[in-house]
């Protein structure tokens, strides 16, 4: 099974990811995770990658759609995969279908998980991740079960990014919302768009994703 998580910064897209890994043996895809493990592998399109970055300029889409190709070929991705950060536009899109055909494959559903703006810059502000296994948590809305210590593998080191502030992800909403949001009509229009709550507890935003991919009452 093949899924994109769509939504704004801090819609909890990696939270839910991460859930999925667990429970259903996909793998979670992060484009700038992928990237970087191009470069350092020094595989063909890794090679292309680098060459423009160090020219100081934005990596392509066809070169990303085919770092994501060399990734999705690996053992780990035969029971499906999940795409976290990718596409953002609508072209973006196309270039993932059309690489997905060729190779006889499908997304086989995009969840838009469905959030209030203002919510969300409170979300981000507060969030921060295990150091170790890139666990999330919140200030406010996931603390781990014992203060201090990751509930995944033990850590006690915890990093936050720097550009979570309420200020830059205002701006950030705002590319999101202008660049990402015409990819829903896009998907409902090939029948793979599915929406959940994404404002409802973490629980519930999981029991929704699994209504939306069959695995739910």
Known sequence: MNLILLGPPGAGKGTQAQRLERAHGLVQLSTGDMLRAAVA???????????????????????????????????????GFILDGFPRTVAQAEALDK?????GMKLDHVIDMKVDDDILVER???????????????????????PGVCDICGSTEFKRRADDNAETVRSRLVAFHAQTA????????????GQVDG??????????????????A
Do not use: W
Not at 51 to 58: N, Y
Not at 99 to 103: C, V
């Open 41 to 79: 592998a020094g595989t063909e399109v890794g090679k292309r990658a680098k060459a423009v970055m160090e020219a100081g300029q934005l990596v392509s889409d066809e070169i990303v759609v085919g770092i994501i190709a060399d990734r999705i070929a690996q053992d780990d991705c035969k029971s």
């Open 99 to 103: 690489m997905l055909a060729e190779r």
């Open 124 to 146: 981000v502000s507060g969030r921060y991740t295990c150091a170790k296994c890139n666990a999330g948590y919140h200030d406010k809305f996931q603390q781990p079960k014992v």
């Open 182 to 193: 015409p990819l829903l009509p896009y998907y409902k229009a090939k029948g793979v768009l």
């Open 199 to 216: 404002m409802a507890p973490i629980d519930e935003v999981t029991g929704q994703i699994e209504v939306v991919l069959g695995f739910g």
